[in-house]
């Protein structure tokens, strides 16, 4: 039986989200899908980064990218509003325990002076890995609610593709979004890719005409796979998604107990933060376990 571990901003719990060694460690514990947020920055350049404003959980500044840059510090200023010169120069590699209430501050190794990578090096260092049994699954980070800190969904979700398909990609990738726009323009311009439908309580009221199935409609705006916060996923849900066509891949699960009956109710995937105790939890239940990949040889061996 094969249900899917994907990795979570890479492994938020272990290492640095988002970031290149946070990737390469993710690919070289093994895990079917590799996660990961990307926003469009001032000069149109896709980056990792899960927040529309720089985040001070993840982010530190070190230095402005010229002398009396109006813009420094960076931390809280919106990713739309920066370049990539001036985000290259945060720190994403520390995760301070500036909130008591954060668990991954105790659990994540830091890798200080970790730079924010753009999309097309994440797709660089997959290629490199020759990890085409690692699923890349893009979310495009959009709230319609926040214009002024979100691109254009067409834009943005055609600078995305173009990226995917540069690099050969488009057939072992899916793109994921709160913001359903994206998924309909995905369909047109990537029909074969896959396209998750992420869905929260907090995000339900983004969607018109929404109604009691909200599989269907997931599935009637373009998607292929319904994308549930935990909390959401019942039998009822599974039985309307399963109605729908849709498989159903659930986050954020970071507890053996929960993941049990995630996959008691019968989830194609789970979306974890700690890809190594869904490795425990899979072995325990014989199911089929996402090979490791790497490490990385010098060059020339």
Do not use: C
């Amino acid at each position: 039986m094969r249900v899917e571990i994907h990795g979570h901003r890479g492994a938020r719990g272990l290492w640095p989200e988002n970031t290149l060694p946070g990737m390469s460690r993710t690919m070289e514990l093994g895990v079917h899908a590799l996660e990961l947020d990307v926003a469009l920055t001032a000069d149109r350049r896709l980056v990792l980064t899960h927040d529309l404003t720089v985040s001070a959980v993840t982010s530190a500044d070190r230095r402005p990218i010229t002398a009396g840059d109006p813009l420094f510090p960076y931390v809280g200023k919106p990713v739309n509003a920066l370049t990539l010169a001036q985000l290259r120069t945060l720190d994403v590699g520390v995760r301070l325990p500036r909130h008591p209430n954060d668990p991954f501050a105790l659990t994540q190794v830091a890798m200080p002076e970790t730079r924010m990578p753009t999309l097309g090096a994440v797709l660089g260092l997959v290629n490199a890995y020759d990890a085409e049994g690692v699923r890349l699954h893009v979310e495009l980070k959009s709230d319609p609610t926040r214009p002024e800190l979100t691109s254009d969904p067409e834009l943005f979700t055609e600078l995305v593709v173009e990226e995917l398909d540069r690099h050969g990609r488009l057939g072992n990738a899916a793109i994921l979004s709160f913001d359903w726009r994206i998924l309909s323009h995905a369909a047109g311009l990537a029909p074969g890719t896959r396209r998750f439908a992420l869905i929260e309580l907090d995000t339900l009221h983004w969607h018109d005409g929404l109604g009691d199935d909200i599989p269907a409609a997931a599935r009637d705006a373009g998607a292929t796979t319904l994308s549930p916060e935990h909390a959401m996923v019942d039998e009822a849900l599974m039985a309307q998604a399963r109605a729908a066509g849709l498989d159903v891949a659930v986050w954020t699960v970071n507890e053996a107990g929960l993941a049990a009956r995630m996959l008691d109710l019968g989830v194609a995937g789970v979306v974890t933060d700690y890809p190594d105790r869904m490795r425990a939890l899979w072995r325990e239940r014989g199911l089929e376990l996402p090979e490791p990949v790497g490490p990385l040889k010098p060059v020339g061996v």
